[in-house]
């Protein structure tokens, strides 16, 4: 499975603020970027926090293109997603650790956990089941450190805004409980442009 994390960033790697508001950090261009990327993965994954702040559609939408629409895959260990959410949907996997209950028209599984929540492994497993060959993980912070920590991340895909949302707002990377310096994932750049008043940086896993 070909894992990217894309992030949307201040300059100080916020994804949000404190209160959780994040729409839109990035400009029009970046987020046109980002349409593209869903387009080209199978699926695209969020945590259920995301689903609760920003009620995403998660579909890729390209201007003058139909797009076949990666599968959406939402991680919610309580099963949270409201059935009124945007992506409640067909097309639209939600893998929980609850008792599973009807969430609109998505398909809703249960599956092993790790500390309570879906663990990646199990996560992966189950998107190739789906089909999928390749996910795009779109945060929020807890989901993309859970993937980062088990070593799952291939490639990063992060799109810096030139603002500063300071200490209190949310880390675009949670805890990663890492001992030492040397234990930090490690990339390598591949690409660095400037799209709109933003800036795009793309990294391989080293
Ligand atoms: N700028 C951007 O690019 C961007 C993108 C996405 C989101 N956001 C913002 O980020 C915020 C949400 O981010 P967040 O970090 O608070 O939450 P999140 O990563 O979206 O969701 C975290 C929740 O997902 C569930 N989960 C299930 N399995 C998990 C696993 N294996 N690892 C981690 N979480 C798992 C957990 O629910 P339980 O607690 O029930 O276990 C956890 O609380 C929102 O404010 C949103 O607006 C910004």
């Not at 959780?20 to 261009?29: K, M, R, V």
């Not at 201007?63 to 919610?76: I, S």
């Not at 992506?87 to 609850?98: D, H, K, V």
């Not at 500063?164 to 805890?175: D, F, M, N, S, T």
Request: glycine share 10%.
């Amino acid at each position: 499975m070909r894992v990217t994390l894309k992030l949307a960033t201040s300059l100080d790697g916020r994804i949000a603020t404190a209160s959780g508001e994040s729409q839109w950090i990035t400009g029009e261009a970046a987020r046109l970027e980002g349409h593209r990327l869903r387009a080209a993965h199978d699926a695209i994954l969020v945590g259920v926090e995301t689903v609760l702040h920003d009620d995403p559609e998660l579909t890729a939408r390209l201007p003058g293109r139909a797009v076949d629409q990666p599968l959406r895959v939402v991680l919610d260990s309580r099963l949270r997603t409201p059935a009124s959410a945007k992506l409640a949907g067909e097309n639209t996997l939600i893998l929980t650790a609850a008792e599973p209950h009807a969430v609109g028209a998505a398909t809703v599984r249960r599956v092993e956990v790790e500390d309570g929540r879906p663990a990646v492994a199990v996560v992966l497993k189950a998107l190739a089941a789906a089909g999928a060959g390749s996910v795009l993980i779109e945060g929020g912070g807890q989901v993309a450190a859970s993937f980062l920590r088990a070593g799952a991340v291939d490639a990063l895909e992060w799109f810096r805004a030139p603002i500063l949302l300071g200490g209190e707002g949310r880390p675009c990377v949670a805890a990663l409980a890492l001992a030492k310096l040397s234990d930090a994932p490690k990339f390598r750049r591949q690409g660095v442009a400037p799209v709109g008043d933003d800036l795009w940086e793309r990294y391989v896993r080293l």
